[in-house]
């Protein structure tokens, strides 16, 4: 037939055959027949294709002759036509058995591998290579090692052929009718699939022992493969079986449904999700997602993973308020008195409020205000996020981001990821039900920033009215208005707050009370409160204004009311219990005397009379984050070498104020005190410290009391006890403007101070402050430090 192999048979090969095992000598060379990608073994047959040049010739060759050859792996398989160095030392003699020729004019040869040799240097190259040869002898000495190494062989390698279907089932007979362990390993080395370098390996190894055992770990590690292969294969053929088996009881079910005249319960789900979706009165663009996402669900099945992804976002889109509102209360004599039940003064606060109210009912369509309160702790920020709620008629959400360092808490996650969530500001939409809520950002001075992100930066699109009217969460990834949103942030600082989010808000400044405010606060809104938080009635207890007093006076130092109310809570738990004891007769009237012996020893003395009444020490002013205090600056003198000791754990700016003050009372000590003599500050050491030394103090506002304690001091002239100053001072004398001047005022009222000597250029902002929270306090008003000393020295 044309074009089929024409096939020559060669004479029989037993005479070459026949020749070796009469341990003839081999040739001194034979020519070398290199394999790709295969190890040919000692009495195996080799199917070997043919197609180079170059060994076509060789085969053409050796046919004419003895017909014996040297079959050696290559050691770089990609190499067309290797050298001597691209070959390993040790092959197999060869007898070609058979030849077949193809009509593309390559050969298919069979060759009886019969003994193992070395090869020795090439004897040429051309036209095929030709090397010397020297026999390889097996290293075997009968033992019983062996004889169990050989039963190791035979045993593993049965129950591999028993697994692997490219291994016939003769093969095993084949090895258990073999006692020659070298045979044997031989036959088995060229029946595995293994890599060429790992026969190679076993080929050269001329001790059987060593050989078998080598081959025993090979057999040993094909084994488990084959073993876990079949594992797999069996666990993949049973969750094949059981997902044909759950389709075809589900087609079932669906076929009884339809007979029945039922919904299966995914269509059911599908139907009920499409009605939600045409209810919800979605935007045209969430409309559009809302119906792609569906098509999708549909065609998924219930076990699919992205089912549970796409239901889920599909319940967030319809649960969302697009179009539902709130009507706003637009009556401001009403928001009036809901802000003064709430909450006592304020009113920058109050009016601010009003304002937007008004503006609101003028032009319906003005975005809502974006504040920020900033202030203290207890003075009622976040309080008054819920009054402002109340008078607009609208929905209130609180959300803190104190300790949020994560981006994806604002702005959510992408539904890429497994959990994915929206952010907090879609997740507050949700529970607010409307579009237009109140929305109180607490702590907004507290967020943080790590390799997550800056929420901060997040927060720019939520609080700027030129972004937040297409305001897209990550989770959603579609545009929501917030433009309707009131937004009202709260801090205790502004430093920590970048500026382009302070940028965005509107800041408005809530300073502590003052002793009559909190008086009026406590019996307005803490006393009816916590009387109904501890289980009591108004008949049942009663505060006196001398109680109130003696309550804030002695048992709380703060800006806010938060202790004030903790305190008053304590008064009536102590009177709860009586009550409840039987040993309360009628109404108990908690007066000034009362407080005390129900609160204990007084918590917070007033400390000026005795920390002034000694020359050196002078009370200044501080601003802290939760309000004004009252800071003591001590100077004292020792003999010396006119060396400054500044303690306190003080600032750099605190320092060199303290630097500045020291430098200007030695140049003008004639005009503090004329005796004092030109050595003094030579011969004598000064220590400037500030108490409370484990808190962190900074800024240059001490400057005037740090010069008149060391004026004092060098004086002998103690400083009025009824005197505080704050004021930063230059070398030349001059009293320049702080800030924080409100504040400070308020904690010196605390204090029962009587006279504040503050800088002439904050006297503006002494005049914002209302009379009535000044509380008696007289300002005094300095250009040069020289006036401060005549005010505060005794």
């Not at 033992?143 to 003769?170: H, K």
């Not at 504040?756 to 209302?770: C, K, L, S």
Request: hydrophobic letters at 40%; charged letters at 30%; aromatic letters at 4%.
């Amino acid at each position: 037939m044309e074009g089929a192999p024409v096939l020559e048979v060669v004479d029989s090969p037993l005479e070459a055959e026949d020749a070796i095992r009469a341990n003839q000598p081999l040739p001194e060379a034979l020519p070398v027949l290199p394999l790709r990608d295969s190890v040919s073994f000692p009495e195996t047959l080799n199917p070997l294709a043919v197609g180079q040049e170059r060994s076509i010739q060789l085969v053409n060759d050796v046919l004419g002759t003895n017909r014996m050859l040297v079959m050696v792996a290559s050691r770089d398989p990609e190499k067309e036509e290797p050298g001597p160095d691209d070959l390993y030392d040790v092959g197999v003699v060869g007898v070609v058995a058979r030849m077949a020729k193809v009509p593309d004019g390559s050969l298919r040869i069979l060759v009886q591998g019969m003994q193992r040799v070395q090869l020795g240097p090439y004897v040429t190259e051309q036209p095929y290579l030709v090397a010397r040869i020297s026999e390889l002898s097996d290293v075997s000495e009968p033992s019983a090692e062996m004889e169990a190494l050989t039963r190791n062989v035979q045993q593993t390698f049965s129950e591999i052929v028993e697994q692997i279907p490219y291994l016939p089932e003769e093969l095993s007979l084949a090895v258990a009718n073999i006692d020659d362990p070298a045979a044997l390993g031989h036959l088995i080395a060229s029946s595995l699939r293994i890599g060429t370098e790992e026969k190679q390996k076993l080929l050269e190894e001329v001790d059987v022992a060593k050989r078998l055992r080598h081959l025993s770990r090979v057999l040993a590690r094909e084994l488990e493969v084959v073993q876990l292969g079949t594992q797999i294969q069996t666990q993949v053929q049973s969750e094949v079986d059981k997902g044909q088996r759950e389709f075809f009881l589900r087609q079932q079910l669906k076929a009884i449904q339809e007979e029945l005249g039922e919904e299966d319960e995914q269509q059911a789900e599908v139907n009920e999700l499409r009605e939600r979706i045409d209810g919800a009165d979605l935007p045209e663009h969430a409309l559009r997602a809302a119906d792609r996402e569906l098509s999708r669900l549909e065609k998924l099945p219930p076990a699919a993973a992205e089912h549970g992804v796409i239901r889920t976002y599909l319940e967030w889109l319809v649960e969302l308020p697009w179009s539902q509102a709130t009507e706003d209360n637009l009556d401001i004599v009403h928001a009036r008195k809901v802000l003064d039940a709430d909450h006592y003064d304020l009113e920058k606060v109050k009016d601010r409020i009003l304002e937007y109210l008004a503006v609101r009912k003028l032009n319906p369509d003005s975005p809502g205000p974006i504040l920020c309160f900033v202030g203290p702790p207890g003075v009622g920020k976040t309080s008054l996020g819920r009054s402002i709620a109340k008078a607009l008629g609208r929905e209130f959400e609180r959300i803190s981001v104190g300790g949020v360092r994560d981006e994806a808490e604002i702005r959510g996650h992408r539904r890429t990821y497994i959990g994915a969530l929206p952010g907090t500001i879609v997740r507050a939409l949700r529970d607010a039900g409307s579009r237009n809520p109140v929305f109180m950002i607490d702590e907004i001075d507290k967020m943080g920033a790590d390799f997550r992100g800056d929420p901060a930066s997040a927060m720019l699109e939520v609080l700027d009215p030129a972004q937040n009217d297409s305001f897209r969460d990550h989770y959603l990834d579609l545009e929501f208005n917030l433009s309707d949103v009131v937004f009202i942030a709260t801090a205790n600082v502004l430093d920590t707050v970048p500026s382009p989010l302070l940028d965005r808000m509107e800041t408005i400044e809530l300073a502590g009370y003052t002793l009559d405010e909190k008086k009026h606060i406590a019996r307005q809104y803490l006393v009816g409160r916590q009387i109904a938080a501890n289980g009591l009635k108004p008949s049942q207890i009663e505060f006196s204004d001398a109680a109130l007093t003696a309550i804030v006076e002695e048992y709380t130092r703060e800006a806010g009311v938060r202790n004030l109310e903790r305190q008053i809570g304590t008064i009536c738990r102590k009177v709860a219990r009586k009550v409840a004891e039987g040993k309360a007769k009628g109404k108990v009237r908690v007066s000034g005397k009362k407080a005390r012996e129900l609160l204990g020893r007084r918590r917070v003395f007033a400390e000026q009379r005795r920390r002034t009444k000694v020359p050196g020490v002078a009370t200044g002013l501080a601003w802290t984050p939760t309000g004004g205090d009252v800071l003591f600056i001590e100077a004292t003198a020792m003999p010396g070498s006119g060396k400054l000791t500044i303690t306190g754990q003080l600032g750099d700016v605190m320092k060199e104020s303290a630097q500045a003050a020291l430098s200007y009372v030695r140049g003008h000590w004639a005009e503090i005190d004329p005796k004092l003599g030109e050595d003094w500050f030579a011969e004598h050491d000064i220590h400037i410290h500030v108490p409370a030394g484990a808190v962190p103090k900074d800024g240059p506002s001490a400057g005037v009391a740090m010069t008149v304690a060391l004026s004092s001091l060098i004086s002998g002239r103690p400083v009025r006890n009824d005197v505080a100053m704050t004021g930063e001072v230059t070398l030349t004398g001059q009293v320049l403007p702080i800030g924080g001047l409100k504040e400070k005022s308020l904690a010196a009222q605390r204090a029962g101070i009587k006279r504040v000597i503050v800088p002439e250029r904050n006297e503006g902002d002494v005049a914002e402050i209302p009379e009535h929270e000044l509380g008696g306090l007289e300002f005094v008003f300095v250009d040069e430090v020289s006036e401060a000393l005549d005010v505060a020295l005794s």
